[in-house]
């Protein structure tokens, strides 16, 4: 099983899940000095999930993992410490945060069976930086930000980077993934109306016994207005494993909306070192229709590749440290992406409508037919993994208060038969009630 971060060439097979949505802070101001422009604030998230499963693994959770995963429930906390002040031309400041989790039962992923501590307290945030406004003549609205030491950072959609933590298992919190901070994290950058210019050098935090792997990089954006958006990554990542290849990760990005409500979005990524030759990339595009309940249709292809075992390169996709920035990204499923498969070697034809009944209320619909790329390389001669429907609704209480449901149901196709085995090949349900808090 596998580590929810990556940032190392590795398999990306059972376990692979983060949903950490945020609400709007709400800060408790512990220290103020207008003259200084100082000030040190305090707010604290808390969330809890409770899980129910029908037929977990097709209905052989106990032969394929050890143990029944139909019902579990997580609980989690954040505090956090927020310092400004002014410095020279700009404004210098400090983060630092804790998160506990806890999980009850044994959850889906795996991660959790056989273990008697599924719960800690691991330091989160812990970095100081410093930004200043409007220093370069050249770049309309500029802003320039240095930040050390651990800190979340994303690019684009999250398909390659954005979650540097690892959760589950004996640290407990699997889904709710509220570790997302990179440890010894180095990221500067230049943004403006239309340029962004980012250079950065992350580590994960993994769990006990996991590798920390590191990534070396750059990433430049250029933006058309407020609707579109090119960009291009090159990272150098090392697991720091013994005898382990160096990868070079390529990416080139783009998203597009018309006035009309047309959009199209993509990505292509490339990997390769002496022993490692992969691909992944995914087209999307997208419909957002001006009638009641502002519905978006979105109809996408993502295709990561897997290993032919018939060659002597390895063309198998590895995750880098990707995570969630939307529904479906870039856990595709809220089975099979969850707490099945990563992205590699993975093939995946999504439909999605997503409405607004009311202001504070938002519903997606989300259809995916999944196939291996190379089915052999997971040991079945089937490509077809199965069929997934997500329903989710999330209702935003209030500015602190968040409300989530979600269903859904997982069709096994006969490579799902064969690659779990036993005796039963139900339709996998699952549902899930998750609340957030902020104060």
Do not use: C
């Amino acid at each position: 099983m596998k580590a929810r971060n990556a940032l190392l060439p590795t398999a990306a097979l059972i376990g692979m899940t983060a949903f950490a949505p945020r609400l709007a802070l709400a800060e408790y101001e512990l220290y103020k000095n207008e003259a200084k422009g100082s000030d040190l604030t305090f707010n604290t998230d808390v969330i809890a999930a409770w899980y129910n499963s029908n037929n977990s693994w097709f209905g052989n959770s106990e032969a394929f993992l050890g143990a029944n995963t139909n019902n579990w429930a997580d609980i989690g906390i954040e505090p956090k410490l927020a310092f400004h002040t002014n410095a020279g031309k700009g404004t210098l400041f400090a983060n630092l945060s804790g998160v506990y989790t806890s999980t009850a039962g044994d959850d889906a992923s795996g991660l959790t069976v056989g273990l008697d501590k599924k719960s800690s307290f691991t330091l989160e945030q812990g970095n100081v930086g410093w930004e200043a406004e409007g220093l370069f003549d050249w770049l309309q609205n500029n802003k320039l930000s240095v930040t050390v030491g651990r800190q979340d950072y994303s690019i684009g959609t999250g398909l390659l980077i954005n979650d540097g933590g690892a959760d589950g298992g004996e640290r407990g919190g699997w889904y709710l993934g509220m570790r997302k901070a990179f440890s010894d994290a180095l990221v500067a950058s230049l943004d403006s109306d239309t340029w962004l210019f980012e250079v950065f050098r992350l580590k994960n935090q993994p769990r006990r016994g996991g590798t920390q792997g590191e990534a070396y990089g750059a990433n430049v954006e250029y933006k058309f207005g407020e609707e579109t958006k090119i960009g291009t990554t090159y990272m150098e990542v090392d697991s720091n494993l013994p005898g382990a290849v160096k990868l070079d990760v390529y990416s080139a990005r783009a998203n597009w909306r018309a006035a009309s409500g047309f959009g199209l979005a993509g990505e292509y990524v490339d990997q390769t070192s002496s022993q490692i030759n992969a691909t992944g990339y995914y087209g999307e595009a997208s419909y957002a229709a001006k009638t009641a309940w502002a519905p978006v249709f979105s109809l996408r292809y993502a295709h990561f590749d897997g290993d032919n075992p018939a060659t002597p390169i390895d063309e198998r996709f590895r995750d880098i440290a990707y995570g969630y920035t939307d529904w479906g990204t870039w856990y595709q499923g809220e089975i099979t992406g969850e707490y099945v498969f990563g992205n590699g070697n993975l093939v995946s034809q999504m439909v999605r409508v997503k409405m607004e009944p009311k202001k504070d209320i938002t519903f997606n619909v989300m259809y995916y037919k999944f196939t291996f790329d190379q089915p052999a390389s997971f040991g079945v001669t089937d490509k077809h993994w199965g069929d997934e429907l997500n329903f989710t609704l999330e209702w935003a209480v209030s500015e602190r208060f968040l409300v989530i449901g979600v269903l859904g149901a997982l069709m096994p196709g006969e490579g799902a038969r064969q690659y779990v085995g036993g005796p039963n090949n139900n339709n996998w349900t699952h549902g899930m009630l998750y609340l957030s808090y902020s104060w």
